[in-house]
Nanobody, 114 residues
Framework: QVQLVESGGGLVQPGGFLRLSCAAS????????MAWYRQTPGKQRELVAV???????NYANSVKGRFTISRENAKNMVYLQMNSLKPEDTAVYYC????????WGQGTQVTVSS
């Protein structure tokens, strides 16, 4: 059974930074693309960043140049480095992968506020 566990969220001031981590298990991690999504109340979950098995990345326009997704296959980990955080980045952030279906972690809250 695929399991994804996020960590690293919290409260940070505008302009600050956070690093989210996602630990994956129950899958052949190195062959799967991994992604980060985020969701705020009343809105649809939106794709933030994705990294393929080969290490290619893609980002939402709203986070380009500020966020960096990376993976560490030896540890079955994926990360999201978030810099220059803005209040509009406040959301629950979810780790995602897709094998025969989508799998999601439980989410980690990121709050950007002074």
């Amino acid at each position: 059974q695929v399991q994804l566990v996020e960590s690293g969220g919290g409260l940070v001031q505008p302009g600050g930074f956070l690093r989210l981590s996602c630990a994956a298990s129950g899958m052949i991690f190195r062959i799967n693309a991994m992604a980060w999504y985020r969701q705020t109340p009343g809105k649809q979950r939106e794709l933030v960043a994705v990294i393929t098995s080969g290490g290619s990345t893609n980002y939402a326009n709203s986070v380009k140049g500020r966020f960096t997704i990376s993976r560490e296959n030896a540890k079955n980990m994926v990360y999201l480095q978030m810099n220059s955080l803005k209040p509009e980045d406040t959301a629950v952030y979810y780790c995602n992968t897709r094998t025969t279906r989508d799998y999601w972690g439980q989410g980690t809250q990121v709050t950007v506020s002074s």
